[in-house]
Each structure stands twice: as C-alpha cells, then as structure tokens.
C-alpha cells in the first residue's frame, strides 16, 4: 500500500484482513494495528456500539469519537442508529482518502456500501449530513488542542494504544473529555488496563469492567455521574 492511502502523506498505511473477515489497517512506523486483529467489525459492534450506543436511552444523541480512522465506528452508529437522532463528531489527525476507504470490506450490501462511501466523500471541518436524522462532522484535528463547543452524551475512545500513544491516556486527556461529557454521558474504550481505569477515576467518571470483545478478556465503560 503506498502512501496516498493518507491525506497526510509523512505515514504509510497496509491493508490487513483480520479474523472475522473485515479489513484493518496497519501502520509499520508504530507497529500498530487501527483494529483488532482478532475481528475488526466485531470488535467494534462489541466496544463501541452494544455498550454505548444501543445502551443509550436518548433519543437524542452527541456522540465524540477519538480516532475516525477507517469510519468503522462511524459507520456502524449510523446503520444502527434506529430511532435515535444523532450528532456525530470523530476528531482524526491522519484522515486516509475516500479512495483509499473504497477498498475496505465493512459493507455488506450495496447500501451499505453507498453509506460507507457518503462517509468518506462528505467534506472535512463541516457538519453535514450523512443520512436523515445523522450528521457527522469529521475534524482534521488533534485532541491534544482542539477546543469543544458542545456537550456530549457518548465517547468513543479509539485512539492508538497507551504503548503508542502515551499522551493520549493521561489525566489532562481524561479530564478534558470529563468536562465536555454532558452527565450521565458514557465513555468506552478497548483498553482495560489498570493505570487508564485508575486515571479515568482519578478525573471524576465510575468506570465498570465489561467482558472485551475477542482476544481480550476485558474493557471499560466509564460513566459521568
């Protein structure tokens, strides 16, 4: 895979199939996986959407995601958002192009596979619809300095892991998100290790152990109370 995979062009990306089938892609410069290997689309059914999003009660809902990456998560919020009105926000610092997301296999029917590539063609830094009742606005953006202006009720923590990406599980991070979570608002995340559990409770969430999706006995959801 060659480098126009990505807007930003200083990292390379590989396509990988992972266990159940569905693509993932992988970056030799970190050694890093944006998925599991043990089933991306089943990991993120099992991380992101059945404890969160379903969990959810409102109707009305923001959700924030750390990482759009491939848009699985994305993608898979809006084929099942049923009745729910939603408002969604991915933050990515390494977009990969909409060509790039035509070879990637999350689809599994030709409307779905027109939804995928709606997703990856709707413009950068601006709301826009993505179906009715769903508007994703996909920002080119880094955590670490960008600036929230609303409110949100669920969290997608999908950034690299802590051995990556140590700056992206500290307090300061935790806090932010912490502070922008409307309550009750719900984070989960793939991680479970003890120190992200500790730090997530140092900033004010109760955070659960959930059984983890394959290949990883557990991880969190942390609740704003």
């Not at 848009?71 to 084929?79: D, T």
């Not at 030709?110 to 830094?125: D, I, S, V």
Request: hydrophobic share 40%; with cysteine; aromatic share 10%.
């Amino acid at each position: 895979m060659n480098n126009n995979w990505l807007k930003d062009q200083s990292r390379k990306v590989e396509i990988k199939v992972s266990a159940d089938g569905s693509h993932t892609l992988f970056v030799p410069e970190l050694d890093e996986h944006y998925h599991s290997v043990n089933g991306a689309y089943n990991e993120s059914m099992h991380v992101f959407i059945e404890p969160a999003l379903q969990f959810c009660q409102k109707a009305s809902v923001s959700i924030l995601e750390i990482g759009l990456g491939t848009g699985l998560n994305a993608f898979l919020s809006a084929i099942n958002q049923g009745d729910k009105t939603i408002f969604y926000h991915a933050l990515e610092k390494y977009p990969i192009t909409p060509e790039a997301a035509s070879h990637l296999n999350f689809a599994k029917a030709e409307a779905e596979q027109q939804l995928f590539t709606r997703l990856h063609e709707l413009p950068w830094n601006e709301a826009a619809e993505l179906q009715p009742g769903f508007t994703l606005l996909k920002d080119e953006a880094d955590l670490t300095n960008i600036t929230f202006d609303r409110p949100y009720d669920l969290v997608y923590f999908d950034a690299f892991a802590p051995e990556v990406q140590p700056e992206m599980w500290g307090e300061a991070i935790f806090q932010k998100i912490y502070k922008a979570m409307n309550n009750d608002g719900i984070l989960t995340t793939y991680c479970a290790k003890g120190v992200v559990r500790r730090t997530m409770q140092a900033v004010g969430f109760t955070v659960e152990r959930l059984p983890g999706p394959k290949g990883k006995r557990e991880m969190l959801r942390a609740v704003k109370k």
